[in-house]
């Protein structure tokens, strides 16, 4: 364990008593750490790069089909550093991400019906100016305390869309291509996560509404990044 790591390991032992199962403890979470999202894989005998392009040029004509307009548009590249821990009140994983055009992000999510990730929690920790070092020697505190904990890396790159319709509700749409660090892309994927929802059924009807017109039924991914790339 790094130097660091091991000295706040000392102190949150001391202060806690040994004694984390709270820190998994989510059944009092709000409703707005919440995330509700579809994922989806865009599978075929196509390269990635011909099936991540196809589905690229889908997204704005069912956006205005569907009477959406388009907020934002963004491309992104980058890598994510995944810490998957389990300890006694459960499971979680920490997701470290940096990419090349957008601030670095500390994020964590667990599930909170287990066997499902379309609702999950997910707090976010924005870390823009910490130094790697200091991000590693955190999770190296959290792996420690956990009774297991896994860590890998991928990298993605891609473009997501902010759409909004005329009710002023929110959604974003992500598309992009994923790997193992030093490997070519392997997989491509589409994730649909409505925002500023009223209730649950109604970010599940956005999805489904979105999924029917991009024509992604039977491509549903129920399977986190985590879990696809940590097994």
Known sequence: MFPEGAALLRILEQNTNGELGTLFDLRNIRPKD???????EITGKHSVDRRFAEILDKIAPAARKLRYSVEK???????????VVKGRGGSATFRYRFSANVPAELTVKTQLRQGTNLIRSEFNLAIPDAEVQHVRAFMSVVCTLAQSAKHFCIYQSGMFWTLHNADGLRCEVVVYKVGEL?????????EIEPKDFES???AI?????????LRLRGMRCNKSIAEIFGS
């Open 205 to 213: 009807a956005t999805i489904r509404g979105l999924e029917t017109g």
């Open 34 to 40: 919440r995330e509700i999202e579809q994922k989806y």
């Open 200 to 202: 649950p059924e109604e």
């Open 182 to 190: 030093n490997k070519a892309a392997s997989h491509v994927f589409i």
């Open 73 to 83: 548009c963004t491309v992104f590249a980058g890598v994510d550093q995944y810490y």
